[in-house]
C-alpha cells in the first residue's frame, strides 16, 4: 500500500505543517489489530509521559508521541529488532496507529533528540 495522505506529506516536508494527524479509517480487518487494545493501558501507565524531559521537538510528518507509540506497538508485535520492520508491511502497521504507513526503519533509527 502506498502513501495515501500526499498532500500532508509534501505540506510536512517544506515545514508548513506540525505533522500528520491520526486517522483511523474504517476496515474490514487490521492484520494484527489485537495490539490496538493494549494502546489504553500503555497510555495508563505512562507512556507518553516523558515529553517534559526533551527540550526539542521533532519536525516532519511523524511527531514524537506517535513515534513513541509505534515503537511499542513493534516490540508488542514481537518483532525484535528495527531491522526485522522490513519483513512487515508498512501500509498494515500504519493502520494500527492511524497513519497511511508507519516510517521506514532509517527514519526510526535517525530520530535524534537533544536531552
Known amino acids: 500500500m502506498g502513501a495515501t495522505c500526499a498532500e500532508e506529506r509534501l505540506m510536512s516536508a517544506f515545514g508548513l505543517s506540525n505533522g500528520a494527524s491520526v486517522v483511523f ?11 490496538m487494545l493494549l494502546l ?3 497510555l495508563e501507565c505512562g ?3 516523558y515529553c517534559h524531559h526533551f527540550h526539542q521537538r521533532l519536525k516532519g510528518y511523524y ?3 506517535n513515534l513513541f ?4 506497538f513493534i516490540y508488542l508485535l514481537r518483532i525484535k529488532s528495527l531491522e ?6 508498512p501500509g498494515e502497521l500504519g ?3 492511524g497513519y497511511d504507513r508507519i516510517p521506514e526503519v532509517n527514519t526510526l533509527r535517525g ?5
Open 84 to 89: 526485522q520492520v522490513k519483513h512487515h508491511s
Open 69 to 72: 507509540i509505534i515503537l511499542s
Open 40 to 42: 489504553p493501558f500503555l
Open 111 to 115: 530520530t535524534n533528540v537533544v536531552l
Open 47 to 49: 507512556l507518553l509521559s
Open 63 to 65: 511527531n514524537f508521541n
Open 25 to 35: 479509517e474504517k476496515c474490514q480487518s487490521i492484520v494484527k489489530g489485537g495490539v
Open 95 to 97: 493502520k494500527l496507529v
